[in-house]
Structure formats: structure tokens, C-alpha cells
């Protein structure tokens, strides 16, 4: 059972979780066609989205998950890349996280997106006992919107897991 | 469309694609709890599969996206991260890597499945154009058993991205 | 002499070369004490501060020099480092970039402030020649503040260097 | 003296020890001629040896020296690095650790022959203290041949630093 | 209050914290220009004074700022950077420790000074406390010319100081 | 064939390629016990190592090998690790370096000799040909001793090789 902390008043707003991340690629981050590693994108995605969660749970959080990614564009050496984060939703002990991955061309500074991650994690004190999360409350259209998809996504996540049970069962 | 590229005879199997990588989780890649980092097991699970993709493809690959991952137990510092990849299935000019990420606890030997990845690769030439892939040719039942496996896997992913299209459609 | 470069129409707000920067300090960035290295902060802040110049001047920048930096707080490992940068004066092709660095304590959410910075860079061409700045256009009170003060700063860094140039002949 | 450990039953066996490691060669590790730095190699060859150690020695490992290394080829930026390493010889709390590097070339596949490290590792316990190593029983004619030419190496190591003591104590 | 040391008899020479840091400037450190980062160059000033400062203080040191700093000519890819650091003025539990940057150019040998840098440090013990520093002793001209100048320094951050904070007060 | 190289006038002086590296030990380089890894310290030995042997054949130099290697004593974090080399001998185009590890206690600056390394190098030019070395001019007694020293372990290299050629050729 998660142990006890106490919620703050009205619960935590999304926003008040938001970061924002950015970086430049550099030459070590980039294969022979000069676009950088899927792994290296991946880490900063982890690292931007523990950042937002830990600004929501105000304790430390582990990496539970992360739901299919895409690179839509690649990343280029001199690039800038622009991670934003918030949380979408929160249960007893666990959470969902959005990063919104961009690329900038450091001379036209256009920007493209290049993927969308949602992250889980889980909230543990420092004997990596779960926690009892503080309530999000999504208040913006935008927010709301992002709360009802990430619902949807844990529901989709729950079922994907009974599948992979029940086809392990049936080999 | 692809350039041209001859597929050796009677395809490449999947145990040419192997690939296996062992590092040591050390004191830079934990957090307060000890255990590693999300991103930092990410960064490996990429480079393992590159690797095993450029033994399928002998040309430069780029990670086009990765499926839902679960880390199913902590890694902690000392541990032995063991990765094992090799090439699943293959098409015209993607294919998927399958990753098995084991810990392997030093002192006792004791081997823990943390997680399973299935990444997704394009083949490039050094223009930057999509390669004709090889033919993989799976033998043995396990290879066969992964092969159909990993077809289920690219409808689900080709319906998915249906799904979202139409969803973004919809709004 | 700068190569021409046209300025954009009206100038650039402080606003658009706003640059933020996150990152928890981990273990292998820290002392004996548990307290972050004083050049690593720095290595931070030089990455935050070219993003921005960047995104003012549209090419490649470097960093001319920066002015005395003092560390008025220790930062812990496993706190969140916030950086953020903008463009506060900007000539033919010098500039000054601001960056404020902040501690944040990830239970507590505490910010503190830490350090406060100022850099000049340099925008060059490929080639390595000067490149001549588009028109900085402080609108808010705030903005405007911050630009006469980096004037003010100029001047004494102008000052300052005919000092040591005179001391230094004197000898 | 070295603390008590029970060996286990009959021994361990080289192939127990086996450790594999691959690695692609990243622009930040190489030199003007886009080749890996020799210092690079041998981190590397070090890290896979250590592994090796543990495995046979099931606690934490130090090393205590290695002998003298060729590289008979470069490895270039992009090349994948395949590093072998198992356990040739164990005495009461030392043991000889061999490893193969091999360089392959990410585009035809082939496979070179690059350095073969011998590195002599010391088990330890938890304050430091020397371990009792379990026994090593070679059994295939490969790894009979291993163990003996690991002895042989053993007996000129303890040779050569006798002639390094004598060499100083004559002068 | 420090907490009590002994200082060693007749005081610490200059030249017993004389400190030299050689190092190749590697791909993975440079920009699209192929010159090393601001950033990376302020990180190893740091770590070379900080020797410096602890070849003086025999305990823990931080730093506590630097002040300002050109670089006059850039670094680049290849070349060898030399910094030599050394205490110049020691005060009760602070201390200035200045370092002058060398690119050595690794084909003909030649030396540039690329910057100056002074930066203070302050002594801790374990639990964080200041400690009393031993006494410096400047014999040479050169040592006793820089320990004078050291102290003009030391009096301008002083009077920058007192100055920051009347303006900040007059706001 | 070497490509051909002016030496310089009366050759080159040892002391003339003496090179000095000072490094703190961090706690990402370091295992459970607290000592940094061989690798770690193989790596450092490698860049102080071509630093020297860059400074005498001003090109290129690429690793060829290095000598039988032990660790007299550990390294632990906190300590600083200072590397000094110098080029030993020189033939047509390869030299030999020698690298003195010494680990100081950073609070009771004590100096303990933990390793001593011979490098061997190779000098090429920007095509990766071989190229002509100037000549080495050991003058005081204990370049003359070193240059000796270095001769017959040169000699013994060759007949090492040789003996391996014949053993393998044997079975």
C-alpha cells in the first residue's frame, strides 16, 4: 500500500508541472549521415519527462514505461532540440507523462515536430516504497483534452497487457 | 523507390544478426534510489539493435520508431546489463530488431528478464535514400515463431497509425 | 568588415531568443561534498547562452568571453539545474546574452537562485568572418532595463580592457 | 590470507566466464585520421575483461595488470567493435582473463583480427580484502590449450619482474 | 567561525600548488567551426584550478566564481590545450587561483595564450564548514607581483560588490 | 617508404616532449570499492602518452602498443591522478614513450608511484602514410639511462614477436 502523504489543496495543475528542455547536437550524438542516434533522443525524452514528474510528485520517480515513439524527421548536427513535458494524468501511485519533441534549424529557425512520447512512472520514497500522488487537476480546454486521451491510452496499455497475458497462456 | 542492392543468395537468417552487448551499470547512470536511468537503458537497447540491423542491412539504418516498453525491474549499479538483439522480420526497406534486456546480478550470477523492445530501422545509402533490403530467411521454429509474431506487430502498428490519422481527422 | 546578412523587419524581441534549459545533477558531476563542480554549471550556461544567441542571430556564434560569475549557493546532486537565457544588447556583430541559473529542490519544489551570468558571442559564417547582427527591439519595461544595464556593462568591460592595456604597458 | 568461499561443485567452467560486448566506433572517439584512439581500446578491452572476472569470480573484481598489447589494425569511425572475453586460468585469488578484439566492418561484414589482451584480475571482498577463487576446470582441447598457455604466461610474468627487481637492486 | 588547522611551518610556496593539465581538444567538443566550446574550456579551467586550490588547502574545495574572461583566439579540433594553475593570494578561508590557457598547435608546436582566468575558491571539511587555510608565502618577483595583483582584484570584486548591492537597493 | 621530414637541426631533446596531466578521480570512473577503473587509468596513460609523442614527431601518431602494464597500488575518488611522458627513443618512424603514474592524496598530498607504462607509436601524415621521425638527442644522465632502457626493451619486443611467430608457426 502506497504510504501516506498528504495532497495539496485542490490538487496540482498540469502546468505547474511543465519543462522545457534544449539542446544543440552535437558531433559525438551523430552517426555517418550526420543525424543523430534514436537511443540519445530516447534519453533525453527520459530525462526531460522524469524532470516533470518528479515537479508533480515532489519525490523520486522511476521510469515504469513508455508507449510506441516515432521519429517523424530526422535530427541533424547543429540542430536545436526543443523538449517540452507536463503530466497528463495521475492514479494512486503511477503517472503519465507527454513530451512534445522538437527540431529547430539553428539558421531558418523553423521548427518541426519530430515525436510525441507518453511516459509512465511511478513514484517511490527513498526505501522505493510507492507513494500516494497528489491530484492533477487539468483545467484548460487543452488540459482536459490531454487528460481524457491519456485516459484513454492507460485503458489501451491495460489491454495490450491482458493480450500478451492471455496469448503466453495459450502458447 | 529503393536503389538497387542484390540480396545474397537464399536470404540472410536471422542468427547472422545477432548481436550481444554486456555492460556494467555504473555510478553516473543511477539515480538517488541507485537504479539506472529509463533513457540510459534506452540508449543501449538503440545501439544493440543498430547493430544488428547493419548486420541485416550492411548499410547505414536510422531507428524509425520503437513499441510500448515496460521495464519490469530495476537495474541497479554493479549490476550486468546483458542485451541480445537480432533482426525479426524484414520488407522492402524496414525491419524489426527485437531486443531482450536481461540484469544479471554479479555476486550471484542470477539472471532477471527486464525488459523486451522491438525497434523498427530504415536502411539508407550514403545520399540519404532508402536501400532494398536482403531477404530474411527464419529456419528454426523460434526464428519462424518470431518472424509471424513480428508481422502481428507491423498491422497492429500500420492499424494504430490508421487509428491516430483518423482521430486527428475527426477533431 | 561583416558580410551582409539583411535584418529582419523591425528588429528581434528579447522574447524570441528566450532559451530554456533543464537537467538534474547526477552522480558523476558531483564532489566529495555531493555538491555540483563549479565548471560543469559553467559548461551549462555556455550551452544555454549560445542556444540563445543563436536563435537571435541566425548562425554559427561563439563565445567571446563572459563576466564574473559567482556561485551564491551550492547545487546538490539530484536537484533540477533551470537555466534561462536571453539576448540583452546587441552591436554589429557582438551580443550579450543574460542567463539566470536557478536550483530547484525536487521534493520541495524550493527555487533559489544561484548564479546570474553574462556572456558575449560572436556571429560568424562558415568561413569564420563576422557576420553583421540583425536589430535587437527591447519592448517591455523589463527588457528595456535589461538592455541599459548590458550597455552600462559594455561600457565597463570596454573600461576595463583599456586598463589592463595601459597597466600592462606601464610595466 | 585470502577469507573463506566455498568453490563450487567440480568447478566452473571457461565457457561460464564467456563475455561478449559490441560496440560502435562514435565520431567522439576518434582521432584526425578517423581512427578510435589505442586508449579507447583498451577502457573497453578492460570493461569486457572485468565482466568476465566476475562471472568467474562472483564478487568485485580489480585489476592488477596486463600484458603487453599490439594493435595490428585501426578501427575506423563506424566500424563495429566485438570484443570476447572468457577466463584462461584462476590461481588462489588471481586469474588470467583473455580478450579477442575484432573490428568489422559495418558494410561488408568482414571481420579483422585487431588486438588479443591478456589482462590478470584480484578478487575482492567487500572491505577490500583478498577472496578465494572457485576452481576452473577447463574441458574442451581449446580451452586444456588456453589454460596452458595462460600458465606459461603466469611463469614469465613472475620471471620478468624478478629481472625488473634484480635490475634495480644492480643499479 | 573556520574551524582550526594547523598551518605548515613558514607557509605554502606558490610553486608547491603549481598545477598542469594537458589535453588533445577531441571532435565530440567542437562546434560547426571545428573550435572547442566556451563551455568546455571554462570546465577545465575549473578542474585545474580546483587541484591548484587543494594542493594549497590539503581538504575539499569550491568554487566560488571567477571573474571575467576572454578568449582571444580559438581553439580547435586537434590542437593540444595546456592550462597551469597556481595559488595566488590566500586569505582566511578563501583563496584566488589564477590559470592561463595555451593552444599548442600539434604540427608546428607553436603556442598561443588563449585566456587568463582567476577564479576563488573556498576550504571546506567534511561537514561543510569553512577551514582556516595555511599562510601563503610569495618569494619570487614574479609570485610577489602576482600575489599584489591578486589583492587589487580581491578589493575590486569587494567594491563590485558593495556596488551591486546599492544599486539593487536604489531600485 | 617513409615520406620524407627535414629533422630538425642537432635533433630533438627528451625534455622538449615532456608532458604533464593532472586529473581529479570522479565518482563515474570509479567500482563498488571506490577505485577507478584500469580502463580508466589506461585511457588517461594513451592521451598523455600521444600528447608527448606528438610534441616530438609534430603529426599524426597513432598507438601501436604498449607494454606489459601494472597497477602498483589503487587509485580512489578524490585522489588526483598526475601523468607525466616523455619520448624515450626514436627509430625511423616509430618512438617509444614513457608514462609515470602517480597517485597524490588530495589531503595529505602524499605521492605514490601506482604504474609505470611503455607506449610504442607510429607517425603518419594526413593520408596515413609513415613518416620520417626527427632525431631524439638524449643529453643528461638520465635521458642516456632512459634511451638505453628503452633500446633494450625495443629488443625484447622483436624477440617476443619473433617467439610468438615461431610458436605459432610450430603448431
Not at 65 to 85: C, E, K, T, Y
Not at 102 to 123: K, M, P, Q, W
Request: with cysteine; proline share 4%.
Amino acid at each position: 500500500m502506497p504510504s501516506d502523504r498528504l495532497p495539496r489543496d485542490g490538487g496540482v495543475r498540469p502546468s505547474e508541472t511543465r519543462t522545457e528542455m534544449t539542446w544543440i547536437v552535437m558531433p559525438g550524438q551523430t552517426n555517418a549521415l550526420g543525424t543523430v542516434f534514436g537511443g540519445q533522443v530516447m534519453a533525453w525524452i527520459d530525462v526531460c519527462a522524469a524532470v516533470s514528474a518528479q515537479r508533480f510528485a515532489r519525490c523520486t520517480v522511476v521510469t515504469a514505461g513508455m508507449d510506441s515513439l516515432n521519429f517523424r524527421a530526422p535530427m541533424r548536427q547543429g540542430n536545436i532540440a526543443v523538449l517540452r513535458a507536463s503530466v497528463n494524468w495521475a492514479g494512486h501511485s503511477s503517472m503519465e507523462v507527454g513530451v512534445r519533441v522538437e527540431r529547430e534549424d539553428a539558421i531558418t529557425g523553423e521548427r518541426t515536430h519530430t515525436s510525441s512520447a507518453y511516459l509512465t512512472f511511478v513514484a517511490l520514497d527513498s526505501r522505493g516504497n510507492k507513494v500516494r500522488l497528489p491530484t492533477l487537476s487539468p483545467e484548460t480546454d487543452e488540459e482536459i483534452r490531454r487528460h481524457h486521451e491519456a485516459e484513454m491510452r492507460r485503458e489501451a496499455r491495460l489491454r495490450h497487457k491482458e493480450d500478451v497475458k492471455n496469448r503466453r497462456a495459450a502458447r
